[in-house]
């Protein structure tokens, strides 16, 4: 570990399916049953699936018919925000009992940073029980807890032991921890990226470690110095509470560059309902949709379209999508990345945090 690092005590708390374990806490005949929270199994998307859902393989952000293929049983709800809301500002009410230091992510995960907190307890692992208990006693909702000293260790941990986990990283531990966790259980590196990983006999943290700045590079673009750092365990970014987006966006990297219209097309429409889900769990819409996409040659191309409304139908944003994608078409010869993002967003925004997320599903 670099002896740069700063240490820090994060928590980061995640609440438990929390879309749909609302409906199975406000609708008892829902509890125990495969739900999916979302548009409905034909032209929807599903933006929380309960546990119950997932054991068959249904996910967020997957298509309602696939969903249905896979769970013939599930049943599907309408999302009701404004519960999803109420319940989230019941939680970071509690958040604030503990630090000032609270960087919501979305309605349903944020971190803490507890190095000072309101308490006077030393330990941040008996803050993260406590905090789960309250939130429980208040919302009737379970979350998982991971702590350690940087947000990307504390982000990792939460997703270990879910659901209603509590899982602590302690610096000590962080460098054979990491050594000894598959690749695939990294957070950011997903399907793709994983199985690219493996191909290059990268099955664990510690092969990745063997590994060089350069060579890392090299292969994966820009995330591999991320990748360099975090399997050293180094992460310095604070927890900010200030943190405003100017837009949210997401984009995916292809394996190789592609030319033909029809796979251009294809991979837009698989990255769409990704890119709504992820609006509707931040609970933020834009005013903007914005296309990007980056040739063979690196060269980055965007195409907007402002509305004088904000644009939170899934059909409107599917169709601009398309729109721009076509009338870019004599602007590139093949597709190296595509992305979408969301701009002028109804929430207040101030600075430059402008947010891009790497997609990283098996398409």
């Not at 971190?111 to 000072?116: K, M």
């Not at 008996?126 to 309250?134: D, H, T, V």
């Not at 990345?337 to 969301?342: E, F, K, P, Q």
Request: glycine content about 6%.
């Amino acid at each position: 570990m670099s002896k740069r690092q700063i240490h820090r005590k994060i928590i980061h708390i995640d609440m438990d399916a929390f879309f749909a374990s609302v409906e199975q806490r406000d609708f008892p005949e829902l509890r125990g049953k495969p739900i999916a929270v979302g548009g409905g199994e034909h032209r929807g998307v599903t933006t929380t699936a309960s546990y119950e859902a997932r054991v068959y393989g249904v996910r967020s952000a997957m298509p309602g018919w696939k969903a249905k293929q896979l769970c013939p049983q599930l049943i599907f709800v309408t999302p009701r925000f404004q519960a999803y809301k109420e319940a989230s500002n019941q939680i970071h009410a509690i958040f604030e009992r503990y630090t000032h230091l609270i960087e919501p992510l979305s309605l349903d995960e944020a971190f803490l940073d507890v190095t000072e907190n309101k308490m006077g307890e030393p330990l941040a692992v008996e803050l993260a029980k406590r905090i789960k208990i309250e939130v429980f006693e208040a919302t009737g909702l379970s979350c998982s807890a991971g702590i350690s000293y940087c947000k990307f260790l504390a982000k990792t941990a939460s997703d270990l032991q879910k659901p209603n986990g509590l899982t602590l990283i302690h610096p000590e531990k962080a460098e054979q921890f990491l050594e000894e966790l598959p690749i695939e259980k990294f957070y950011g590196v997903g399907k793709v990226t994983a199985y690219k990983m493996q191909h290059y006999g990268i099955f664990k943290g510690a092969d990745l470690k063997n590994w060089s700045k350069i060579a890392l590079a090299k292969r994966f673009g820009k995330v591999g110095l991320f990748y360099y750092d975090i399997v050293r365990g180094i992460d310095n970014r604070p927890v900010r509470n200030d943190r405003k987006r100017k837009s949210l966006g997401i984009e995916r990297t292809l394996d190789e560059n592609i030319s033909e219209e029809h796979e251009i097309e294809a991979v837009l429409g698989r990255l769409l309902p990704r890119f709504y889900a992820r609006l509707q769990k931040a609970d933020n819409f834009g005013r903007t949709i914005t296309l990007k996409i980056k040739t063979g040659d690196f060269v980055v191309i965007t195409r907007s379209r402002t509305k004088d409304y904000y644009i939170n139908s899934q059909e409107e944003i599917n169709e601009i999508a398309m729109q721009l994608l076509r009338e870019s078409r004599n602007a590139y010869e093949n597709v190296r990345l595509l992305g979408l993002a969301a701009s002028n967003l109804h929430k207040a925004v101030d600075d430059d945090a402008e947010e891009w997320i790497q997609l990283k599903f098996d398409f």
